[in-house]
């Protein structure tokens, strides 16, 4: 298994970062068939990571859903498969205050920590989000109760958590002192206003005592779907010297032009987490995911590996646009000048591939599903799947 795991808290088997290997091409990864995963409330499987199995022994497929805020689940990994019946619900201590909303990313510190990510996104309207701004540190997985968690929620001075995206906030000044920093936060930026004009419109009619209708509603999700405003969907830790460093990948905004490459278009966003007491990034880099953004992200053998899909949410139904696995070497986060070329590994993924978790040369690639409106259903109308890509 190319997996190293550490025995102190049991928490998370990790992957190494080794040397690139040496293709001469890189052939599509043979994927098995789809199955389904898990049962309700798991219906939209949004992230993953591979653990020790908690109270018992062996692997096991940890997966967070975005539609559920207060638990994790897991899944044991046999040598050939994933027992999507064998799931353990891992309930949170987590409360109305600090319950984490949107889980999009999780990955793993060097010190078996669990990091556990909302996507700091806006809602369908492009109504801000406070619950969706936050991240969990988890210690231990196993012991009796609810697993602590140790959330990180950027609040005012006042105590009520902040719900504003701003290159002030959320970006350290060696970022910005950097052409390509700078351009990422105008972008960021730029985005962010157009989203809160989508729902300054909204807000302005109920604040004149005017009914927002459906259709007021369903125009604003539209705009804000082409808006495409910050929304962080992946996460890796990458390991040096028995330490992380952690990257998150966004789904959106993709970045439209390198600021010293104007060819180079359309690129996906990657920003470095200054350390783990905050949502503060002091570098970035960018990908060239063929106009795609980050849906996950996973490393193993000395390649960081990426779910790429559109930025936008897709229509109802759609079965044509593809989602791809790529993957970049490691070492090519060490220059954050040019813009990272990746490699197409598996052109084919289902659309919405949402996590992702490599094990012993196969990647799991967790697909959301959907959990419908009435949650007194004890099924999934779209249950979660899963897929298994055999690596090159």
């Not at 969990?136 to 990180?152: F, M, N, R, W």
Request: charged content about 30%.
């Amino acid at each position: 298994m190319n997996t190293n795991s550490t025995t102190r808290n049991r928490t998370i088997s990790r992957c190494r970062a080794g040397a690139w290997p040496m293709l001469a091409l890189i052939g599509a990864g043979a994927a098995q068939a789809q199955q389904p995963l898990g049962a309700f409330p798991m219906c939209e499987g949004s992230a993953a990571a591979v653990i020790d199995c908690p109270d018992s022994s062996g692997h096991c497929l940890l997966v967070g859903d975005n539609e559920v805020r207060r638990a994790l689940y897991a899944f044991r990994i046999d040598d050939t498969d994933v027992d999507a019946h064998w799931q353990r619900r891992l309930p949170l201590n987590l409360d109305d205050d600090t319950e984490l909303s949107d889980i999009e990313a999780m990955t793993v510190a060097a010190d078996g920590r669990l990091l556990v990510f909302g996507s700091f996104s806006r809602k369908g309207n492009c109504d801000r989000s406070k619950k969706r701004q936050r991240f969990g540190i988890i210690s231990e997985l196993t012991g009796p109760g609810p697993i602590a968690v140790d959330i990180k929620i950027d609040r005012k001075p006042n105590g009520e958590p902040k719900k504003k995206i701003n290159c002030e906030r959320i970006f350290h000044q060696t970022a910005l002192d950097t052409d390509l920093g700078e351009a990422i936060c105008k972008q960021i930026m730029d985005a962010e206003q157009e989203a809160k004009a989508v729902f300054d419109v909204l807000k302005d009619k109920k604040d004149r005592g005017e009914e927002v209708t459906e259709g007021d509603q369903n125009e604003a999700k539209a705009r804000c779907n082409e808006v495409t405003p910050y929304n962080a969907e992946g996460a890796v830790a990458i390991e040096r010297n028995g330490s992380s460093e952690v990257w998150i990948g966004l789904r959106s905004p993709l970045l439209p032009m390198h600021p010293s490459d104007p060819e180079r278009k359309q690129l996906a966003i990657l920003l470095h987490l200054k350390d783990l007491d905050g949502y503060v990034f002091d570098r970035a880099v960018v990908l060239d995911l063929d106009g795609r953004g980050v849906r996950d992200l996973a490393v193993s053998d000395g390649s960081v590996w990426v779910i790429a899909g559109p930025p936008e949410d897709l229509p109802d139904g759609d079965t044509e646009t593809r989602f791809q696995l790529r993957r970049f070497p490691v070492d090519a986060l060490a220059d954050s000048g040019a813009p990272i070329d990746t490699e197409l590994v598996d052109p084919g993924l289902a659309v919405s591939s949402e996590g992702l978790a490599i094990v012993d040369g196969r990647a799991i690639v967790v697909i959301d599903g959907d959990q419908g409106k009435d949650l007194e259903d004890p099924d999934c109308p779209t249950p979660s799947r899963y897929q298994i890509v055999d690596l090159p």
